[in-house]
């Protein structure tokens, strides 16, 4: 067929709006970007002029009954004939619903250097469903986003098949009409082969994929080290039930089934309850009494438990047993109660022989997915209940928040890999799967279960008339009165070990609720991104201070905060554009989507998974983006950074005429003082209404003279500073630099990085010490963004030479490294500026090294600080080559400026783009500043080197609920590296 790019505008935002057609479901979220050259290699291509039959045959699958009583006709393989594969859209079609997964790529970052111009492009993935009775929506959909079209890039070969790969029956039943009205041939792919490539995927790109549901309660389960993830048990529970042994990727065999499966109860269902749908059979169960037509324990012995074996009084002896001894007609007995009976005598047999196959292979994790799940409380519950039964409380049932997806996504595998990149491949140790994938929810999550119906949305307009007509009528109070029961019994979610053994032998009580509202959201494929090397355990890293999951009324108090700063918000954005009337709806309908998601995890804090709180302030970020607003606080950044310019060349030669001692002390002093600029603090808000920049400033620094501060470990840091260096105390001393490479992870623009944080870097510049400063890659509230640090670095550096000459430094080390950041070497070969040499060591392969003698490391403060170290970590290797140039303030360091891949006020290190980590590889100290930062996230962080945590507190509750202080109280924390710091190996 001829290819030609499609004229139909893609989405705004790449979802559908509710209420115009019925059928379709999506995750929303921005627009889809057509594939362009550099994605084209993703598709595999090549040459074919006419239809080549060599081999062909009559495939070997078997034939689908057709509605009609019919059978479709079978497919023809055609091994040889050449297809143009369309890469980014997959399908499960299935006998209920379609399954579509689709990727919306996007060119690579700017500030994320490949070195090579191979790098892979990032993207979203897409997760969308539609009932499969009405596949018109299926094709109105992939044709309103051009999904079925190939990228257009030069001649076409009209001869050339284009294909579809596509899992599920449904993949037979519709071949033709895919052909007709979309011109693409749907390529089968084996389902169980796609469902376990699928789930694996998805265990390791997703945090919290999977969870238990128990007693009415949902508990997540921390994603866990790959070699920790093989074997399992995955129980598919389809028409029938498959049970796979999964040993590792592409290694599974299927080690049992079931021909009692959803199909059955789907059967008997419709004969006894006259029931059609599915989903009207789960939710007529919900309301019904299996102990009235079941036969109970207590039914034989007289409403008593039968304790000497373990069986409680309201235990299922045998299911439809009381029917037996009751003179009753088919018609006598309540629907709801047949199919509550129904699916308890389902689940019970599917839990009971996922039990006995685990035991039988010595599986410990059992996964359940398909369509009987559906995202269904009391079957959750039962298959659970029959799991904890029989292993006596030593097996638990899992369920996966995206179970139906499983087959659409291994499929997709099949032609868009997500491979690592080249660096990934040749590097010591590969990347981490996880870290290059994070799950957002967009406008419409909150709205419809998080499945909106309808077309795509054409333009902004659209989205913003979508959410005029629909925010603005009360839905919230409408949805919080439908939700007056569930808010009776609010969501939970358990402690680890927080089992009863008592309740082992007690039947599950009646659900809650319908179906589980677990959102899918989009997954934002970040391919250059990687853990950060210096964190002490990468695996048992949790960013997130405040534990908002499992603490209601913390999370409560956080939403509320946020609800409070919405307004704030609606008001910046509407200014930053100059009061525009379109900026005016669109900043409305900003306020409105994010009121409702605040709303929704009121009601339902696990819809979108165990959000943290650096998550929820990720999720206000989002929101502003996806109305078109990216940076609300530009002007306030650019007026702050201005004012505190000004008196920058005054502050420096203060501090250049104090003794190294007393300069380290101002200096700390500075960074605190100048944190309290922050537009996301209400107690900072009412400053700026009350005085200047640098009234406020200068206010601080005078309270900050008082010691010692709530967190207060700047004497350890002084001894480490000054490490036993002569005339530290004398006017205008200058000390070497204990440690070789700095990362400092910065938060503020103004005051803040002009008075605060540049003048630490340029000291440590002095005394010898490369410096790393990493900003923010998007904007968030008034955090400096790294391409406005760069910016401002020029201004400061007319000011202070010092500074440009690290600048210069850098960019002639990185010319030298063809534009990376060069790694630290203790090598022979060394430049003997601490820098290893291009010929000496390659890029990809430069990992942490121990950095001479830590002069904290045997400190006893650290003793208590670093227990429970991880056991498989790689010990150090003692170097026995010649140790490279130790800082002096006759070397000034070399400056670099990096991204540091995040969009909110806080810092998730489980992902940062390899640039970062890149550079950070070897250095030995890490300082992070900031409220969101160093206390919100970070707190609690264990580092293979020194670190140093500032900040000052600007909310009262965090200042009394994590130091029993009160608000403007700071923190300096200095933690040396433990004793028992270990280093990456350098084999």
């Not at 307004?567 to 306020?591: L, N």
């Not at 550096?797 to 203790?826: M, N, V």
Request: negative net charge; aromatic residues 8%.
């Amino acid at each position: 067929m001829p290819l030609a790019a499609t004229n139909s505008k893609d989405s705004e935002d790449g979802h559908a709006s509710p209420g115009n057609v019925s059928g379709a479901s999506s995750a929303p979220d921005a627009d889809f970007l057509r594939p362009t050259a550099r994605s084209l290699s993703l598709c595999k291509s090549g040459a074919a002029s006419a239809l080549d039959l060599t081999d062909a045959s009559i495939s070997a699958s078997e034939q689908l009954e057709t509605g009609d009583g019919g059978k479709d006709a079978p497919s023809i393989d055609l091994p040889h004939q050449h297809a143009e594969y369309i890469s980014h859209i997959a399908l499960d079609i299935g006998g209920s619903l379609v399954k579509l997964v689709y990727f919306s790529p996007e060119g690579p970052h700017s500030d994320l250097p490949s070195g090579n111009g191979l790098r892979q492009a990032g993207g979203k993935l897409h997760f969308v469903k539609f009932e499969t009775s009405k596949m018109d929506c299926v094709f109105d959909f992939i044709m309103s986003k051009g999904l079925h079209h190939l990228p257009v890039i030069g001649a076409q070969d009209p001869s050339k098949r284009v294909s579809v790969k596509a899992t599920g029956g449904g993949a037979f039943k519709f071949a033709d009409e895919f052909q007709d009205k979309l011109g693409v041939t749907l390529e089968k792919e084996d389902e169980m082969e796609c469902l376990v490539a699928g789930c694996n995927f998805l265990f390791k790109a997703i945090y919290h994929e999977a969870f238990m549901f128990e007693h009415g309660k949902t508990s997540f389960v921390t994603g866990t080290a790959d070699k920790d993830l093989f074997p399992y048990l995955l129980v598919n529970i389809g028409s029938g039930v498959s049970m796979l042994k999964v040993e590792g990727d592409g290694k599974f065999e299927r080690v049992s089934g079931s021909n009692l499966g959803g199909g059955t109860f789907w059967g008997l269902c419709r004969l006894m309850t006259r029931c059609k749908g599915f989903d009207e059979m789960l939710a007529l169960s919900a309301k019904g009494d299996n102990a009235k037509v079941d036969m109970l324990v207590g039914d034989i012995y007289g409403n008593r438990d039968y304790s000497s074996i373990g069986l409680s009084s309201d235990t299922i002896a045998s299911s439809f047993g009381k029917v037996v001894s009751q003179d009753q007609e088919l018609e006598d007995y309540s629907p709801a109660d047949i199919a509550m009976a129904l699916c308890r005598m389902l689940s019970y047999n599917i839990g009971h022989l996922a039990y006995l196959n685990a035991k039988r292979y010595g599986l410990s994790r059992v996964f359940f997915g398909g369509f009987f799940i559906r995202g269904h409380p009391y079957t959750m519950e039962t298959i659970s209940f029959a799991i904890r039964f029989w292993s006596k409380g030593e097996m638990a049932a899992m369920f996966l928040r995206h179970e139906g997806f499983l087959g659409a996504m291994g499929a997709f595998l099949k032609v868009h890999p997500m491979e690592p990149t080249l660096e990934a491949v040749n590097a010591k140790e590969p990347r981490k799967v996880r870290s290059r994938f994070v799950e957002r929810f967009s406008m419409g999550a909150p709205f419809s279960g998080g499945e909106i119906q309808g077309p795509a949305f054409n333009d902004m307009a659209e989205k913003v008339s979508w959410v005029e007509k629909f925010v603005q009528v009360g839905t919230a109070a409408a949805e919080a009165a439908r939700d007056e029961h569930d808010r009776a019994r609010p969501f939970e979610v358990p402690q680890p070990n927080d089992e009863q053994p008592d309740d082992l032998g007690r039947e599950p009580s009646s659900p809650m609720q319908n179906q589980m509202q677990l959102h899918v959201g989009v997954l934002h494929y970040l391919p250059s991104s990687e853990p950060f090397p210096l964190l002490m355990d990468p695996n048992g890293y949790e960013p997130n201070t405040l534990d908002i999951v499992h603490d209601h009324a913390e999370m409560e108090y956080w939403l509320g905060v946020l609800e409070q700063q919405i307004g704030t918000g609606v008001e910046k954005a509407i200014a930053c554009e100059g009061c525009s009337p379109g900026a005016e709806r669109r900043a409305a309908a900003f306020g409105r989507a994010f009121a409702a998601h605040i709303h929704k995890l009121r009601q339902k804090p696990g819809a979108y998974g165990p959000l943290g709180l650096s998550n929820i302030f990720e999720l206000r970020e989002e929101c502003l983006r996806e109305f078109g607003f990216s940076d609300i606080y530009s002007h306030d950044k650019e007026r702050e950074n201005a004012a505190a310019l000004a008196v920058l060349p005054d502050l420096l030669q203060e501090l250049d005429a104090m003794s190294a001692r007393e300069r380290l002390t101002s200096l700390i002093e500075g960074v605190l003082a100048a944190n309290i600029f922050d537009w996301g603090a209400r107690a900072t808000v009412e400053l700026y209404q009350n005085g200047t920049i640098l009234e406020i400033y200068r206010d601080a620094r005078q309270k900050l003279s008082r010691r010692p501060w709530r967190v207060d470990t700047l004497d350890q840091l002084s001894q480490a500073w000054i490490n036993g260096a002569q005339h530290a105390d004398e006017p205008g001393s200058l000390v070497p630099s204990p440690y070789r490479r700095v990362v400092m992870f910065v938060d503020n623009a103004g005051a803040d990085v002009v008075l605060g944080m540049l003048p630490f870097a340029r000291e440590l510049l002095r005394m010898g010490a490369d410096v790393i400063i990493a900003a923010n890659s998007q904007p968030a509230i008034n955090d400096i963004t790294a391409p406005e640090l760069i910016r401002l670095l020029d201004a400061a550096g007319q000011i202070c030479p010092i500074l440009t000459a690290g600048r210069d430094a850098g960019q002639k080390q990185k010319q030298r490294w063809h534009g990376r950041i060069p790694p630290l070497s203790r090598r022979r070969g060394s430049s003997g500026d601490g820098h290893a040499t291009p010929g000496s060591m390659s890029p990809l392969a430069a990992s942490p090294v121990k950095q001479g003698l830590n002069p904290m490391e045997n400190a006893s403060s650290s003793s208590n600080q670093h227990q429970n170290l991880p056991q498989n970590v790689p010990q150090a290797v003692s170097p026995v080559e010649e140790p490279a140039a130790a800082c002096s303030p006759d070397r000034p360091g070399a400056l670099y400026m990096v991204a540091n891949g995040q969009g909110s006020p806080c810092l998730d290190l489980r992902r940062v783009p390899d640039v970062l980590a890149g550079a950070a590889a070897g250095a030995d100290l890490v300082i992070i500043e900031g409220m969101g930062r160093a206390v919100h996230t970070n707190l609690r962080t264990k580092f293979r080197c020194d670190a140093l945590k500032l900040a000052m507190i600007k909310n009262a509750h965090l200042a009394d609920r994590l130091f029993r202080g009160k608000v403007y109280d700071c923190v300096c924390l200095f933690e040396p590296a433990a004793a028992t710091s270990l280093a990456q190996d350098t084999r």
